[in-house]
């Protein structure tokens, strides 16, 4: 097994405008940020809202980071849906649009599928899609979909897809689920959700992680990765600890928004789609609060 994806991937939060339509402008312009930073971009994922978007939001969106010269090689859109046609539809779009690669959710709705049901699924977007050019990194976020990607399911898709089924995001935050795939699966690109595992996944063969903190502090996930081996990468990971703690203290999403409102000096990035709120006045302060007191920066970010 290969895979051309390695380091820090950023789950690009969306902006809208104040008639929740897309700011595509706004987009464009965090997407330009975070590759300053170091991030890759892992848009369409659970922290840019993707659910929240359409089929033609989401194609329209990345034809346009296209267009607009952003490098397809670092990004990694996400194309799950509950529909196989959907998926299809998703993935043949990235996939011809050059990126390097499709995290694929699982297909969410109903519970307790088994394996062979989840195996059937993916096999026929795969076939559906058709091009040696697909590289499918699956998603494992059964806290959100409640259809987990088991060990099983992996190594059979990996048999079967050697050359398609390339790696993972372990959002489940279980270190002896993450351990047991990176003892399981040399040379699969395994990402963890949260640097806080970087410092313990690293050195067993994670590829990266793919954070919603990425969003961020893309420098600082990014320093970690890159030299876990290193002196200093006790501190380098204590210091992502602290940023990372801070925001999950608050709806991620919400606070993410809010952080990167304040800091760029444009307040509409803290607009979030329904179901979803923003953050309230005291969370704001205390948010603000805490991100002053560990000397939290995002340089270069205002737009």
């Known amino acids: 097994m290969s895979h051309p994806l390695s380091g820090v991937f950023a789950p690009v939060v969306t902006p809208f405008k104040a008639d929740l339509g897309v700011d595509a402008e706004l987009f464009v312009q965090h997407c330009r940020w975070l ?3 170091g991030a890759g971009l892992a848009i369409f994922g659970t922290n840019s809202e993707a659910n929240s978007l359409s089929l033609a939001e989401r194609r329209q969106l990345l ?12 990004m990694l859109p996400g194309t799950g849906c509950c529909a196989i046609d959907d ?11 050059g990126c390097a690669g499709v995290l694929m959710l699982p297909p969410f709705y109903y519970k ?3 394996d062979d049901g989840l195996y059937r699924y993916y096999a026929e977007v795969i076939e559906r899609v058709g091009s040696p050019r697909l590289k499918l990194y699956l998603y494992h976020i059964p806290a959100f979909t409640g259809v987990p990607i088991t060990l099983g399911l992996i190594d059979r898709l990996v048999r079967d897809f050697p050359d398609t089924v390339v790696g993972i995001k372990d959002s489940s935050g279980d270190w002896d689920n993450l351990s047991a795939m990176l003892a399981a ?3 699969f690109a395994i990402f963890p959700a949260s640097e806080s595992l970087l410092s313990r996944a690293r050195p067993l063969g994670a590829a990266g992680c793919i954070s919603a903190t ?3 502090n893309p420098a600082g996930i990014g320093r970690l990765c890159a030299a876990w081996d290193q002196p200093g990468a ?6 992502a600890d602290a940023v990372r703690k801070t925001f999950q203290k608050y709806p991620m999403i919400a606070a993410l928004k809010f952080a990167t409102a304040h800091y760029s000096g444009n307040p509409a990035w803290s607009t979030v789609r329904p179901p979803l709120g923003a ?3 005291q969370q704001q302060g205390e948010l603000l609060a805490e991100l002053e007191r560990i000397g939290f920066a995002m340089p270069g970010l205002a737009h």
């Open 35 to 37: 590759l300053g930073q």
């Open 63 to 74: 034809t346009l980071l296209v267009e607009e010269g952003i490098d397809p090689a670092r």
């Open 87 to 97: 998926t299809v539809a998703l993935t043949r779009h990235a996939v011809e649009a």
């Open 112 to 114: 307790g599928v088994s």
């Open 185 to 187: 699966f040399p040379g």
């Open 214 to 216: 990425a969003n961020v």
């Open 234 to 239: 006790a501190q380098l990971q204590e210091q």
């Open 279 to 281: 953050l309230g006045a």
